[in-house]
Nanobody
Framework: QVHLVESGGGSVQAGGSLRLSCAVS????????MSWHRQAPGKEREFVSV???????NYADSVKGRFIISQDNAKRTMYLQMNSLKPEDTAMYYC???????????WGQGTQVTVSS
């Protein structure tokens, strides 16, 4: 069983920065991808960024050039450095852990990011 805990959310003004963390605990018995997603009020959850097994990284167009995803395997933690934040980045941010070949991923409880103009 894998357990995810996000942290680092908060309230910032537009143009500011935040660094989100996703700590992984429990037994990891698979190759895996990890990703960030977000959900704003009244909207569907959307993809933000992913680190694939093997290290390939991808970003949603809306955050490309502003957000940086990284992973510290020794600390079993994934990060999302968010720069030049915009009000439209306001959302609950979730991390996702996906074992390759397994249909059901694990999700964290989310951390709230609020960006004011």
């Amino acid at each position: 069983q894998v357990h995810l805990v996000e942290s680092g959310g908060g309230s910032v003004q537009a143009g500011g920065s935040l660094r989100l963390s996703c700590a992984v605990s429990g037994y990891i018995g698979c190759a895996y991808d990890m990703s960030w997603h977000r959900q704003a009020p009244g909207k569907e959850r959307e993809f933000v960024s992913v680190i694939y097994n093997g290290g390939y990284i991808n970003y949603a167009d809306s955050v490309k050039g502003r957000f940086i995803i990284s992973q510290d395997n020794a600390k079993r933690t994934m990060y999302l450095q968010m720069n030049s934040l915009k009000p439209e980045d306001t959302a609950m941010y979730y991390c996702k852990f996906s074992c390759l070949g397994v249909s059901l991923p694990y999700w964290g409880q989310g951390t709230q990011v609020t960006v004011s103009s």
